[in-house]
């Protein structure tokens, strides 16, 4: 009864997950590319630090492989053992989970630094909630305003994200790979459970996360590659920062050269 309980999870989770992929192709094709609308001002603003930066890409690169390995080993029973045969699958499996297990410590290390270094930004503020109201901005056209971290991305990115989904998987995950601790039977299996609920889950959050961040919004990926924003997205998108940004007295700088002369902000 385990078994089948495990598979029936695993085929409605794949299920969601493929459903949750094509509602975001959906959106987007719907919504379009969210353009600069004023146009690029040619002026930039720090947004993210190296440190940040370098974090950010250790666990989204790590994620991947996880995701890969975990969700392959999920799905290539049926898809593989018809095509290579129970000798290829098996030689998969066995570099899987190898993969998956030599990765996961590292990649707990990695969440768990993300969390406590993002904690200050996802704060909840008063005019998240505006946010929700109206949408995100996304249907009306008018952009609510928002920190540095807009409020769905407080919510959905960090807090069910990171913080929650981060923390099942992450620790279910030591447990089913570090088992000769005095773990009983139940707590394997319950631990498994949960790394397989959470994992999709949290898969499906990184990729709206990933489209959004990459072709759903102009000039956000940006942020995370050179640490630097047009001034005219920081306006749009988060401009209580961005006033926070001129009080402080940041002088935005011409994108066509710039140094990162204010990496600690």
């Known amino acids: 009864m385990e078994q089948i309980s495990d598979n029936a999870i695993a085929s409605y989770g794949v299920g ?9 192709v959906l959106i987007y094709a719907i919504r379009g590319r969210v353009r600069i609308e004023p146009g690029r001002a040619n002026k930039t603003v720090p947004r993210w630090t190296s440190f940040e930066r370098v974090v950010h890409w250790y666990v989204a690169i790590l994620f991947v492989f996880l995701a890969l390995t975990g969700l392959g080993l999920l799905l290539t029973r049926m898809a593989v053992i018809p095509v290579v045969g129970r000798q290829g699958f098996t030689a998969w499996t066995d570099l899987a989970v190898s993969i998956h297990n030599l990765l996961g410590p590292a990649f707990a290390a990695g969440v768990l630094v993300m969390i406590v270094m993002w904690m200050r930004n996802n704060i909840p503020a008063r005019y998240d909630w505006d946010y929700f109201k109206q949408g995100g901005g996304i249907a009306a056209g008018k952009y ?3 920190g540095k971290v807009q409020a769905g991305d407080k919510l959905f990115v960090y807090w069910l994200g990171l913080v929650i989904a981060g923390t099942v998987v992450c620790t279910s995950g030591l447990i089913l790979e570090f ?13 498994g459970t949960l790394h397989l609920i959470g994992a ?7 990729l709206g996360h990933a489209l959004l961040g990459s072709l759903g919004v102009e000039g ?13 997205f920081a306006k749009q998108h988060h401009d209580v920062w961005a006033e926070e940004l001129m009080q402080m007295g940041v ?3 011409s ?3 710039f140094e990162e002369s204010s990496d600690d902000l």
Request: proline content about 6%; overall charge negative; hydrophobic content about 45%.
């Open 16 to 24: 969601a997950l493929g459903l949750g992929i094509l509602m975001l």
């Open 255 to 257: 994108s066509q050269n």
């Open 144 to 146: 609510p305003s928002a």
């Open 179 to 191: 088992p000769d601790y005095g773990q009983s039977t139940e707590t394997m299996r319950l631990s």
């Open 251 to 253: 002088t935005p700088q």
């Open 220 to 232: 956000a990926f940006e942020a995370m590659t050179c640490g630097r924003v047009d001034v005219n």
């Open 200 to 206: 999709l889950a949290w898969t499906l959050i990184i």
